[in-house]
């Protein structure tokens, strides 16, 4: 698979110097603190005051937890699920494909709700003026733009897809990449840098209603059928009362005033207890691929 290194990339690089200008001018720790903080994993966001949203949403939790928080942010869904399975994190937000691959290693905390269930759905997506491409079929020979390697949405969904159909997703396409975001998938498709591509459908609609420029230059060909939505999970060895106290905070946000805010601000109604239950459909698609 080809990682483009063009002009999203140049976007990412000023995504990061702006991030780290704001981290550097977040308040330090004390020793103590970071010793005794709750380390949450995180892959980057659509928002675009993702840096002011974060440091409402920490000081929200550390009011409810009555600890530090320390959100570790890292680029692809890999780094955040390894630093959860070694232990190096307490919890994390990922996607269902990594939490299927890893269940064993994994605890399940709580799972988003969103338009009123804890489900979302994979959309492929083509540049808005390509009037002639209605399916994922019509694809064949294109290009094509995955978000991460470990994402279902944006990577397990749509070459399952071609599976069932007796289709090579290795050979489908003329040309694949990385964008690593599931807003770059929507970037990339709507300036034609790629001819197709899979994206959460969560974030396309949320894109939707706050940045729709973005998504008025794209077109959704096809919907997914409802799936697990990207839980939080915590690390295989936490104790009993830390994950019931850091599920109970996540469960009561939308009871709370200004937790209810937050999630305005995530475009999510609240966040449910979920059971694994919840991902068999994800835990199928990834065991047909994996079968030898």
């Not at 994190?89 to 996607?95: E, G, H, R």
């Not at 001819?195 to 230059?217: F, H, I, K, Q, S």
């Not at 994950?243 to 939308?254: E, I, Q, S, T, Y």
């Amino acid at each position: 698979m080809d990682r483009d290194n063009g002009s999203l990339g140049s976007q990412s690089r000023r995504r990061f110097l702006r991030a780290a200008t704001a981290l550097a001018a977040l308040p330090a720790l004390s020793a103590g603190a970071v010793e005794d903080a709750v380390r949450i994993g995180l892959t980057p966001v659509f928002l675009d005051d993702q840096m002011n949203f974060l440091r409402d949403w920490r000081r929200w939790l550390e009011a409810k937890l009555e600890r530090s928080v320390i959100f570790v942010q890292r680029g692809n869904y890999r780094e955040v699920v390894d630093l959860v399975r070694t232990g190096k994190l307490d919890f994390a937000w990922v996607c269902g494909y990594p939490y299927v691959r890893h269940q064993r290693e994994l605890r399940l905390v709580a799972v988003p709700l969103w338009r009123g269930g804890p489900y979302y759905r994979s959309y492929i997506i083509v540049p808005a003026d390509d009037t002639r491409s209605n399916s994922l079929a019509d694809l064949r020979g294109k290009v094509f733009a995955y978000s991460d390697p470990d994402s279902n949405s944006g990577y397990l969904y749509p070459r399952y897809i071609l599976t069932t159909h007796k289709q090579d997703p290795a050979n489908f396409f003329s040309r694949t990449f990385f964008t690593w975001a599931h807003r770059k998938v929507v970037e990339a498709v709507g300036v034609a840098l790629a001819d197709g591509g899979a994206v959460d459908g969560y974030v396309w609609e949320t894109l939707a209603e706050v940045r729709p420029e973005l998504t008025r230059t794209t077109r959704i060909i096809e919907r997914s059928p409802l799936l697990g939505h990207p839980p939080f999970v915590a690390r295989a060895d936490i104790s009993p009362g830390e994950l019931d106290r850091f599920r109970a905070v996540l469960l009561g946000m939308a009871a709370d005033p200004a937790g209810e805010e937050l999630l305005k601000r995530l475009h999510l109604d609240g966040f449910t207890r979920g059971e694994p239950a919840l991902f068999a459909d994800i835990a199928s698609m990834a065991a047909r691929l994996e079968r030898p």
